[in-house]
């Protein structure tokens, strides 16, 4: 009993650094945050500003709407690619995995310079549409940008979740469909995109809400549309409104999170349901 | 033979992707080459770019490292040992310090950001030194180093490695630091080049806790992006590129090392 005893005082211990700096670091001036929310001219009212003002609401809706867009489009892409590199061994296959995971490591702002590099004002897709057609394409400093951009720094990421599903699949059942008589999009559909379910499922999660979070691309990109963290940094650093930046970035996280939690339960479910 | 086509059709598609996230890469590090980027490398190919960054940003990128390294020290002692105490006792109060301990991450980094300067915005000091963006990043890196060294610690049977040291005379000291350590050593060398790696990298809590002293990488290149010309703006982003290149190939050595399938596929 004692010793059980004495091992928690040592576990607790160990753990006590790690907590007090969170504590001090991110606790406390969270909490600190949401009082300020509510400290505005608006009052608490300002935590449901975002869904009375027109114009944050406009932002909320074109964020979450650009996130869930990039998401879909991400998941279709990773999806094929990821299948792909993990089925088939070919000469230059490793090459191919190794620049596709490149960009995983670039900051946002660096996103976005890739975006303004292909599809800029000096970009490649305007030199060749200018070349072309003679009339230069360059979006991206619109919605199409970020959308680029998004896809960008998501597909990595997808691929690699993608590429270690699929590796735990169970080829076996894939080979019973076909024996069974199923055809190749029977295959997919029926064994193996609910066999990548939970993989598809917290890849989403996870490329939603880094989406919505985003702020280095938009930041970079200086776009028209103002997604929630641009608004977010635009009350803050050139209005001073401190309530209102505070009261939408604490409902931007609750999103975000929520967002990673309820995939992490559906996928969950469906690991276990599996099992 | 009938998948042949099928086969040409998911290479095409994959490298055509590829293409897409390489493209601008090797287009930016062309335009930090070349003397006028609106003309071409037919303008010629000059370092002037790259040294004008080096004059102007060599102090963020110092800076960058200094904290990069700092980050991994201090998400090592913060980290490890929280990954033992969560290996060690799985259990509802541990799971619920792990979920806390993701929140940073599961967050955007702008609401932590906020956070930290509405809480200790006034004290100066701390304000206007690189330790407030050390302590931004530690928040944001320390799950994934965590993870990181969890992860292997799980697989590792630790309770019988440790009882086994104990019945020799081991104290808790030298089991933790001579069998335990050593034992998660690859999940701790994981956890350590993905801290640095996106340490150097991390933009959107710093952009907020910067102050024109304390100016890292990734600050400096957006500095860059909006005011100064695209040929030197690229430069920078060759440095950036030139720094997290060996880190990536670190990541993916190690990760290879680790797991049998990938460095079967490696014998050609």
Request: aromatic share 10%; glycine share 8%; proline share 4%.
């Amino acid at each position: 009993m004692a010793a059980v005893a004495r091992g928690d005082v040592r576990m607790g211990l160990l753990a006590l650094p790690a907590l007090t700096v969170f504590g001090a670091f991110w606790l406390l001036p969270m909490a600190r945050l949401v009082s300020v929310g509510a400290s505005g001219p608006r009052g608490a009212a300002a935590y449901l500003a975002i869904v009375t003002d027109r114009n944050y609401f406009a932002s909320l809706a074109s964020t979450v709407v650009l996130s869930i867009a990039v998401t879909f489009a991400t998941l279709v892409v990773s999806g094929i690619a990821g299948m792909f590199l993990q089925r088939n061994d070919f000469f230059g296959r490793n090459v191919l995995v190794s620049l596709l995971t490149f960009p995983l490591a670039f900051p946002g702002v660096v996103v976005g310079f890739m975006v303004i590099m292909l599809a800029g004002r000096q970009g490649l897709i305007g030199s060749i549409t200018d070349r072309l057609f003679g009339s230069k394409l360059v979006f991206a400093y619109s919605i199409a940008g970020l959308f680029v951009g998004y896809l960008y720094f998501s597909i990595p990421r997808v691929i690699l979740t993608v590429m270690a599903a699929v590796e735990k699949l169970d080829r076996a059942l894939e080979e019973a469909a076909r024996s069974l008589g199923a055809n190749p999009w029977q295959v997919l559909r029926d064994v193996v995109l609910p066999g990548l379910r939970p993989a598809l499922i917290s890849a989403g999660a996870i490329c939603f809400a880094t989406s919505m979070g985003a702020f280095g691309t938009a930041f970079t990109l200086a776009t028209n549309i103002n997604v929630l963290p641009i608004t977010i940094y635009t009350e803050f650093t050139n209005y001073a409104n401190f309530g209102i930046a505070a009261a939408l970035s604490i409902v931007l996280g609750i999103i975000t999170w929520t967002a990673l939690a309820l995939a992490r339960t559906l996928a969950g479910a469906t690991v276990a349901a599996a099992a | 033979m009938k998948a042949a086509p099928r086969f040409v059709a998911q290479l095409a598609f994959t490298v055509l992707v590829c293409a897409f996230l390489i493209v601008p890469v090797v287009l930016s590090v062309l335009a930090g080459l070349s003397e006028n980027f609106f003309v071409g490398v037919r303008s010629g190919l000059t370092l002037r770019w790259v040294g004008q960054v080096w004059s102007l940003y060599s102090q963020s990128i110092f800076l960058s490292l200094g904290i990069a390294l700092a980050c991994v020290a201090a998400t090592l002692v913060l980290g490890v040992p929280v990954a033992y105490v969560l290996a060690r006792r799985p259990g509802r109060v541990t799971r619920l310090f792990e979920e806390l301990l993701v929140l940073p991450v599961a967050v955007p980094g702008l609401a932590t950001a906020l956070a930290l300067i509405l809480f200790y915005g006034e004290w100066r000091g701390f304000r206007a030194s690189w330790l407030f963006i050390l302590v931004g990043h530690v928040l944001f890196t320390l799950p994934f180093m965590v993870r990181s060294v969890l992860a292997v610690m799980a697989a590792i049977d630790l309770a019988t490695l440790e009882e086994a040291a104990a019945s020799l005379g081991a104290g808790f000291a030298s089991r933790f630091f001579g069998v335990v350590v050593p034992n998660a050593r690859h999940g701790i060398l994981a956890g350590a080049l993905m801290v640095l790696t996106l340490s150097v990298g991390e933009f959107n809590i710093t952009w907020m806790l910067h102050t024109p002293l304390t100016k890292t990488i990734p600050v400096g290149l957006a500095d860059a992006y909006a005011s100064l010309r695209l040929e030197v703006g690229s430069a920078y982003t060759i440095v950036f590129f030139v720094m997290i290149i060996p880190l990536l190939v670190a990541m993916q050595w190690l990760a290879r090392e680790r797991s049998p399938a990938m460095a079967r596929r490696d014998e050609r």
